[in-house]
């Protein structure tokens, strides 16, 4: 389908949020064949929304901003059009790439979980990393596989391990915003007030698991993908390996992130590992 004017202002309207609020994951995007960028930006512009309503504006009816915004969405995506230009490259891309709504109502839910609750348990927890993580990497994995519509069923389950491993480590390295600053505790049966080594040692045990699933994966992606996914992966394995040689007391206290010289060698390394395939 030809992409109209309006279309391509709206796309690029999402590739300025992107841009905006995560350079690592514009390294990654751009790493991406150029068929599967205008998808991936749409669908990260739609979650930084959604993400900013729920993580930073306290002042306002929150609640309300939320049920509007999911409105929004729904009609964008029935009505293939919206003057918010964010939701209507999201609504293009959900209808281009033919993104299931249960991962859109997932990740939803997900978020209005953020107004809701303060702490998790099991269930909920499990709920929570659905739809705010593999929910979304599930809708990043349509785009990938538009013209292999079969390595979607292939790749679903390690597609959600990665998007799982990202958001528990988000978790890690945002204790203290999220915990100090809102106030919310996603770990089940964590007391950051008192994290131990032994808490610590089995969440970590969790991802490295997830990660190494997920590495089987991004292995079978095709060349337009898989650097752009590993490049994401070896940044947040990065992150991964700093918090882990830090003590528990200190993890509380800080904000965990890779130096720009750093990300370049893990992108330098991504190209040339996408080139030869031997990730």
């Keep these: 389908m030809k992409l109209t004017l309006y279309d391509k202002i709206s796309l690029r309207c999402s590739r300025v949020v992107t841009t905006g609020y995560s350079t690592s994951f514009t390294l990654g995007i751009k790493t991406l064949a150029l068929r599967h960028r205008n998808g991936i930006y749409a669908i990260y512009g739609f979650v930084r929304l959604a993400d900013e309503i729920v993580d930073t504006f306290f002042d306002h009816r929150q609640r309300e901003m939320l049920d509007r915004f999911r409105h929004d969405t729904e009609e964008a995506i029935a009505n293939r059009v919206s003057s918010n230009t964010v939701l209507h490259s999201f609504q293009w891309a959900?209808?281009?790439y033919g993104i299931d709504r249960e991962f859109i109502d997932?990740?939803?839910r997900s978020m209005e979980m953020d107004l809701e609750l303060k702490s998790h348990d099991q269930n909920s927890y499990n709920d929570?990393?659905?739809g705010s993580a593999e929910a979304v990497?599930?809708?990043c994995l349509k785009v990938f596989c538009r013209e292999n519509p079969g390595c979607f069923d292939r790749l679903r389950e390690p597609a959600r391990k990665l998007g799982s491993?990202?958001?528990?480590?988000?978790?890690?390295?945002?204790?203290r915003s999220d915990y100090i600053d809102r106030g919310r505790v996603y770990f089940p049966g964590?007391?950051?007030?008192?994290f131990s080594e032994a808490d610590k040692k089995l969440i970590e045990a969790?991802?490295?698991d997830e990660f190494r699933d997920a590495l089987a994966g991004i292995r079978h992606l095709d060349r337009g993908s898989r650097g752009g996914v590993y490049l994401a992966y070896s940044y947040y394995v990065a992150l991964f390996d700093k918090i882990r040689k830090t003590p528990p007391e200190a993890v509380t206290g800080r904000r965990?992130?890779?130096?720009?010289?750093r990300k370049l060698l893990l992108l330098v390394k991504a190209v040339v590992w996408d080139i030869t395939g031997m990730i």
Excluded: E, H, P
């Design 128 to 130: 929570y990393i659905y």
């Design 256 to 261: 965990f992130r890779i130096s720009d010289g």
């Design 106 to 108: 997932a990740f939803l």
């Design 137 to 139: 990497g599930l809708m």
């Design 206 to 208: 969790d991802i490295a």
């Design 190 to 194: 964590v007391d950051f007030s008192r």
């Design 165 to 175: 491993a990202f958001q528990k480590v988000n978790f890690l390295r945002d204790i």
């Design 94 to 96: 959900v209808n281009t």
